[in-house]
């Protein structure tokens, strides 16, 4: 063999085994090089991923906004986030707990609840949550009558939130309560600032000025209230505050406006009860006694009507409550309640006779007045009339059951005591309305009482027949029958 040519092939061997491994180890070298080219690139994205999911953990705003939680940087940034917010979270939670027991009554939670909103948000994150917390709060000390501390919950709920109409007048009237006219009237002017049309405000400030003796200030106020209102409104928003007065114990308040209050619908009798209510806690017996029996003069109500008996014989004379009543009667003689009242009233004296004859005639005029039914059957009773106490009684039933509610076809007038999807007379679906059964018969196609007449007259017709019948002759009677069978 040639030895050149052997030389030759070796070298080509080498050659190739020499790039052979070259290529093995050139394709991790160049990766390498390209890694380590691209690392800083890389390093300073990753970084920046990083800073930037922290950046959004650490932000006030980052609630609001989705975290990206993917990946090892987004698990840090979540765990940093849920670090943060773990006292806003801790507060929201308190807060709904808090509005949800509040709406539900339960006061004392609803305060616990409100609280840890406070405790848990020190830095404000949830501003309004803290405005609302503390309006609620600020009510809740109200209740109990704890004012000075519904005022300093109320004066942090304005210096959170300026603009807040609510707790602005809620200041003023903290302060109106524990008698500090001159912050009081400096509140309800800003509320004016942020509302002037608030009648409230309006309000406020004539009950201010009024107290203080400014007499002119408080007339302008009354005139800006009463401006342009209607009627109801006005009712409405003095009988209310009357109300709220006569809840914290200011009765000559609660009484200037509830007279305000009918000096615009004088026909109200619930006013009456209210402001007769607030003249017998004052001690004055015969001006409460007046007010309820010009209210009973109005119109009759059954609470008008229980504080008159209560009151006269035990705490005023019994004649004066009576001459009044007798007014109401006399204004109102179509109504058996009122007559009713009075023979009440007359047989505490020991009127018997006139008090029957008074309950006979609210018996009639209002039969449906059970309770008269029955104080007149006793009456007769302890009399002995026991033929007239029966009388009484059944028509007491007949008159309770004349209310009872029944079910009447619309089509055929049929009446049932129980609602039924098909109507059993005439085979309709549907039909039946619900109504009492007094209105059930005075709408029905033929009137009860006709159909008694006509179930009395064909009574009286048989038995007149069967008469005659039985004396004729037996031939003559079998013809008969032959032909009322024809």
């Given at each position: 063999?040639?030895?050149?040519?052997?030389?030759?092939?070796?070298?080509?061997?080498?050659?190739?085994?020499?790039?052979?491994?070259?290529?093995?180890?050139?394709?991790?070298?160049?990766?390498?090089?390209?890694?380590?080219?691209?690392?800083?690139?890389?390093?300073?994205?990753?970084?920046?991923?990083?800073?930037?999911?922290?950046?959004?953990?650490?932000?006030?705003?980052?609630?609001?906004?989705?975290?990206?939680?993917s990946g090892l940087t987004g698990s840090l940034a979540g765990t940093?986030?849920?670090?943060?917010?773990?006292?806003?979270?801790?507060?929201?939670?308190?807060?709904?707990?808090?509005?949800?027991?509040?709406?539900?009554?339960?006061?004392?939670?609803?305060?616990?609840?409100?609280?840890?909103?406070?405790?848990?948000?020190?830095?404000?994150?949830?501003?309004?949550?803290?405005?609302?917390?503390?309006?609620?709060?600020?009510?809740?000390?109200?209740?109990?009558?704890?004012?000075?501390?519904?005022?300093?919950?109320?004066?942090?709920?304005?210096?959170?939130?300026?603009?807040?109409?609510?707790?602005?007048?809620?200041?003023?009237?903290?302060?109106?309560?524990?008698?500090?006219?001159?912050?009081?009237?400096?509140?309800?002017?800003?509320?004016?600032?942020?509302?002037?049309?608030?009648?409230?405000?309006?309000?406020?400030?004539?009950?201010?000025?009024?107290?203080?003796?400014?007499?002119?200030?408080?007339?302008?106020?009354?005139?800006?209230?009463?401006?342009?209102?209607?009627?109801?409104?006005?009712?409405?928003?003095?009988?209310?505050?009357?109300?709220?007065?006569?809840?914290?114990?200011?009765?000559?308040?609660?009484?200037?406006?509830?007279?305000?209050?009918?000096?615009?619908?004088?026909?109200?009798?619930?006013?009456?009860?209210?402001?007769?209510?607030?003249?017998?806690?004052?001690?004055?017996?015969?001006?409460?006694?007046?007010?309820?029996?010009?209210?009973?003069?109005?119109?009759?109500?059954?609470?008008?009507?229980?504080?008159?008996?209560?009151?006269?014989?035990?705490?005023?004379?019994?004649?004066?409550?009576?001459?009044?009543?007798?007014?109401?009667?006399?204004?109102?003689?179509?109504?058996?309640?009122?007559?009713?009242?009075?023979?009440?009233?007359?047989?505490?004296?020991?009127?018997?006779?006139?008090?029957?004859?008074?309950?006979?005639?609210?018996?009639?005029?209002?039969?449906?007045?059970?309770?008269?039914?029955?104080?007149?059957?006793?009456?007769?009773?302890?009399?002995?009339?026991?033929?007239?106490?029966?009388?009484?009684?059944?028509?007491?039933?007949?008159?309770?059951?004349?209310?009872?509610?029944?079910?009447?076809?619309?089509?055929?007038?049929?009446?049932?005591?129980?609602?039924?999807?098909?109507?059993?007379?005439?085979?309709?679906?549907?039909?039946?309305?619900?109504?009492?059964?007094?209105?059930?018969?005075?709408?029905?196609?033929?009137?009860r009482n006709l159909l008694e007449r006509a179930t009395s007259v064909?009574?009286?017709?048989?038995?007149?027949?069967?008469?005659?019948?039985?004396?004729?002759?037996?031939?003559?009677?079998?013809?008969?029958?032959?032909?009322?069978?024809?």
């Amino acid at each position: 063999m040639d030895v050149g040519l052997l030389g030759d092939v070796l070298t080509l061997l080498g050659a190739f085994f020499l790039g052979f491994i070259a290529g093995i180890v050139f394709m991790p070298l160049r990766r390498l090089v390209i890694g380590f080219w691209y690392t800083p690139g890389r390093l300073l994205k990753g970084t920046q991923n990083v800073g930037a999911k922290l950046r959004q953990a650490f932000r006030p705003s980052a609630a609001e906004e989705p975290l990206d939680r993917s990946g090892l940087t987004g698990s840090l940034a979540g765990t940093v986030s849920d670090i943060l917010t773990l006292r806003v979270r801790h507060a929201e939670a308190s807060f709904r707990e808090g509005m949800a027991a509040f709406d539900k009554g339960d006061y004392e939670l609803a305060r616990r609840r409100f609280s840890a909103v406070i405790f848990w948000d020190r830095g404000l994150e949830l501003k309004p949550l803290h405005v609302l917390a503390h309006l609620r709060l600020g009510w809740l000390d109200e209740e109990r009558g704890a004012w000075n501390r519904a005022k300093e919950h109320y004066q942090r709920a304005v210096h959170l939130d300026a603009d807040n109409l609510e707790a602005t007048v809620r200041l003023g009237m903290m302060h109106f309560q524990l008698g500090e006219t001159g912050p009081a009237i400096f509140q309800f002017q800003r509320a004016l600032e942020l509302d002037p049309a608030n009648l409230d405000t309006h309000y406020y400030l004539y009950a201010i000025y009024r107290q203080a003796g400014m007499e002119r200030e408080a007339l302008e106020q009354l005139r800006i209230v009463k401006a342009g209102e209607s009627s109801e409104k006005l009712v409405e928003l003095f009988s209310r505050h009357g109300e709220e007065h006569f809840r914290m114990a200011r009765y000559a308040e609660a009484v200037n406006d509830y007279e305000l209050a009918l000096q615009f619908d004088p026909n109200c009798a619930p006013l009456y009860v209210a402001l007769g209510d607030l003249y017998y806690l004052q001690q004055q017996p015969h001006t409460a006694l007046e007010t309820w029996c010009r209210g009973l003069w109005i119109g009759y109500s059954e609470a008008l009507a229980e504080r008159v008996l209560a009151v006269a014989g035990e705490t005023v004379d019994i004649w004066p409550a009576i001459h009044l009543v007798r007014d109401c009667v006399a204004r109102h003689a179509r109504d058996g309640r009122c007559h009713f009242l009075l023979s009440r009233l007359l047989r505490r004296l020991g009127k018997e006779e006139e008090s029957i004859t008074l309950l006979g005639k609210a018996v009639r005029l209002t039969p449906q007045l059970l309770e008269a039914q029955e104080e007149l059957g006793d009456s007769y009773s302890r009399v002995g009339q026991h033929a007239k106490a029966e009388a009484i009684y059944r028509a007491g039933l007949s008159a309770a059951r004349a209310q009872e509610m029944a079910y009447r076809c619309q089509a055929c007038a049929y009446v049932t005591r129980e609602e039924q999807a098909r109507c059993f007379q005439c085979n309709r679906w549907g039909t039946f309305e619900k109504m009492t059964r007094t209105e059930a018969e005075a709408r029905a196609a033929i009137p009860r009482n006709l159909l008694e007449r006509a179930t009395s007259v064909r009574q009286s017709l048989s038995a007149v027949w069967s008469k005659i019948a039985g004396q004729l002759p037996s031939g003559d009677r079998a013809v008969l029958r032959k032909g009322s069978q024809e």
